[in-house]
């Protein structure tokens, strides 16, 4: 997991409500990115940032929002609008985008609908 | 290999034995590929990572073989331990003509090493 931690490790969210994931990261990395996981499924990026106050949608940002106000966070909100939210998400984060450069994974938070 | 659905590929092996894991990609212009071992309900954890101008790297106990003619990527473990356990997936980047190197990522291997 190294420098990046993510929080709650376990999140159940009733049906209607916005969730806000937290991402941070102390690996003083510009790049980070927000990926779901679903069963026997390779990730999927919802959205990365390669700079603070710079965000770009990945290929399943709809029903999702992020900020990136400071370099070491980069909460992700699961609002209303997403149909099927129940996932594994999984925060990573990069040197930076441009390059060969390794991304590394936080631990994950587990999102449930009730 | 990786497969489309639910049911991901499976290797058992038993403790000792090397193992090797498979990948199968398709964009040729890709130029970059990790190997990410996952334990349940963890995040990845990065293995080990090539770039195309190479054909083999080495790590501890594991090896990533890239063969780009028929656009594969192997990862082999030796000796491998129950602790190796785990589901293994890779990831390619296409170098593309964006200023973001995107990752690909596969479904994943279920590795399961029998004492």
């Known amino acids: 997991d190294g420098g990046i931690t993510q929080s709650p490790k376990y999140l159940f969210r009733k049906e209607g409500q916005n969730v806000t994931l937290s991402c941070e990261q102390n690996l003083n990395h510009d790049a980070m990115y927000w990926y779901r996981q679903d069963p026997g499924q390779g990730l999927r990026l919802i959205y990365y940032?390669?700079?603070?106050?710079?965000?770009q949608k990945g290929d399943i940002a709809e029903g999702y929002s992020v900020s990136r106000e400071k370099k070491e966070s980069f909460p992700l909100t699961v609002t209303s609008a997403q149909k099927n939210p129940t996932a594994f998400y999984l925060c990573a984060s990069s040197i930076r985008t441009v390059g060969a450069d390794t991304q590394y994974f936080g631990p994950g938070t587990r999102l449930t609908v009730l | 290999g990786e497969s489309v659905g639910l049911h991901l590929p499976t290797l058992s092996v038993q403790e000792g034995d090397n193992s090797i894991i498979n990948c199968a990609y398709s964009n040729s212009a890709s130029d970059y590929f990790i190997w990410y071992k996952q334990e349940s309900g963890k995040g990845p954890q990065f293995i080990i990572d090539i770039r195309s101008n190479m054909d083999k790297r080495q790590g501890q106990r594991v090896t990533v073989l890239l063969n780009k003619t028929v656009k594969h990527l192997s990862l082999q473990i030796a000796a491998t331990q129950p602790g190796d356990s785990a589901v293994y997936f890779c990831?390619?980047?296409?170098?593309?003509?964006?200023?973001?190197?995107?990752?690909?990522f596969g479904q994943g291997t279920i590795l399961t090493v029998h004492p």
């Open positions: 940032s390669q700079i603070v106050n710079d965000f």
């Open positions: 990831a390619e980047r296409d170098r593309g003509g964006t200023s973001y190197g995107k990752l690909t």
